[in-house]
């Protein structure tokens, strides 16, 4: 595999506040990579340097290709309609819209609606077909799912599996665990500035370990208990709680917050 993009010891600051502090990595063609970090963790401003929005203080990012950009926060003429933004966009690429394409985001389902009718989902697919419009063969998607439904989301991972099948390098920014996890073929945290990983989904467990939080809410009150060992751990509690006949009023179980991945990171640091 070769290298999309390439980025060495980059910095950038907004005044005294460093944000950027030196970020190395490298990403390889074909690959969707993501760009994890809680709020205010530096993603957007590390996606807007590498997509030349952004002035960076000081480093050296390459980026082999044509690039397509979603930012993260967009917006179109409240009344201008999705084919007669995808034209406008695509003339001003110089390229023919591509129907096929637009098909595949349904936005032929949107098409009589004007902008501000759309759902944000709706707005969303818009968004990235017009960051698809030029065939680039780079995508960068800041925050794609921010504020979408389960479907919504499901049916975008779905879009931007199709793009990797056709060849395309997607560079992604999310806060969302989860979600990278299952999409993206390698994950860099980005912490206080710095990349405290990069590897894929399989080396971040091996890393800080396949911790599970199931929440339970039972009459006597809600618990929530931490385990490595998620189905030894549903039945033993299961079983226990029906022993007691405790009856179970809702159960949730998740992956852990970003914020709880990094405490236990630096623990093992730490050890
Ligand atoms: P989020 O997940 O909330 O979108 P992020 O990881 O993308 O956050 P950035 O938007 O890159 O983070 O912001 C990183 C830090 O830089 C934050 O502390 C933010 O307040 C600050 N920052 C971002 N843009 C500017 C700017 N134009 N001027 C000054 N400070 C800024």
Sequence with gaps: MSSAIQVRELKKSY?????????????????????????????????????????????????????????????????????????????????????????????????????????????????????????????????????LDVEGRLSLHEQIRKLKSHGKTIVLASHDMAEVETLCDRIAILNNGTIVFCGTALELTDTVGRKYFIHVKTQQGDRVFETDHIEDTLISLLGELKQKKIHVLDMKVDRGTLEQHFIEMARREAE
């Design 15 to 147: 005044g005294s506040h460093m944000v950027l502090k030196g970020l190395d990595f490298q990403i390889e063609k074909g690959e969707i990579f993501a760009l994890l970090g809680v709020n205010g963790a530096g993603k957007t401003t590390a996606l807007e340097c590498i997509e030349g929005l952004r002035k960076y203080d000081s480093g050296v990012v390459t980026v082999n290709g044509k690039m397509g950009i979603q930012l993260q926060l967009s917006s179109l003429p409240a009344h201008i309609r999705p084919m007669e933004a995808i034209r406008l966009f695509a003339k001003w690429n110089h390229v023919k819209s591509d129907y096929a394409m637009l098909d595949a985001f349904g936005i032929k389902e949107i098409e009589k609606k004007r902008y501000i009718q759309l759902s944000t989902g709706q707005k969303r697919r818009l968004h990235l077909a017009l960051a698809l419009i030029s065939n680039p063969d780079v995508i960068f998607l800041d925050e794609p799912t921010a504020g």
